[in-house]
T-cell receptor
């Protein structure tokens, strides 16, 4: 299974909007795109999942273009507590392959 | 909803002993659970897929006789690290497939230190 590609790290300041883009060129028709957040020494936490166009929940938005070969996680007005590693994956019932993730550092 | 627990949260053991880690889905039934391992500053690596009532499927390079997996019920999967060695020291994380059959929910992880 091919891994996704995302920036290794990003820096931001409190109150800013953060957009993390992920490439998944080999995504299959039945695959969903899922984003997880992981703090040190904790298991990943589900953030958002989508199939196409735009999905929004109480913590984030997910934008997926028509070709579905990429997706963008949008975090509105980040705070210090959003400092974490963010993983983009495409999910099926069989298994997930984690890439390197994006290490987001939020500064005051 | 969709809460997954792990026990213990951390364990220290002597080299050569066996350690059992439990993974439970607290508020949903999970026919499929997964076990991952994560070394410091690295990403999660899938070790095996655990299906209730059947044998686990191991990823390439993972020794099935060393990492015994049992998924005896729809809410419990266990990982036993047999004859542990210091190189087995790692962060072990389980996940359970939710009712939508699309989303994995992760446990908090178990830190294993083998002396």
């Amino acid at each position: 299974l091919a891994k996704t590609t995302q920036p290794i790290s990003m820096d931001s300041y409190e109150g800013q909007e953060v957009n993390i883009t992920c490439s998944h060129n080999n995504i299959a028709t039945n695959d969903y795109i899922t984003w997880y957040q992981q703090f040190p020494s904790q298991g990943p936490r589900f953030i958002i999942q989508g199939y196409k166009t735009k999905v929004t929940n109480e913590v984030a938005s997910l934008f997926i273009p028509a070709d579905r070969k990429s997706s963008t996680l949008s975090l509105p007005r980040v705070s210090l507590s959003d400092t974490a590693v963010y993983y983009c994956l495409y999910s099926r019932t069989d298994k997930l392959i984690f890439g390197t993730g994006t290490r987001l550092q939020v500064f005051p | 909803g969709a809460v997954v627990s792990q026990h213990p949260s951390w364990v220290i053991c002597k080299s050569g002993t066996s350690v059992k880690i439990e993974c439970r889905s607290l508020d949903f039934q999970a026919t499929t659970m997964f076990w991952y391992r994560q070394f410091p500053k690295q990403s999660l690596m899938l070790m095996a897929t655990s299906n209730e009532g059947s044998k686990a499927t191991y990823e390439q390079g993972v020794e099935k006789d060393k990492f015994l997996i049992n998924h005896a019920s729809l809410t419990l999967s266990t990982l036993t690290v047999t004859s542990a060695h210091p190189e087995d020291s790692s962060f072990y994380i389980c996940s359970a497939l939710g009712g939508d059959q699309e989303t994995q929910y992760f446990g908090p992880g178990t830190r294993l230190l083998v002396l």
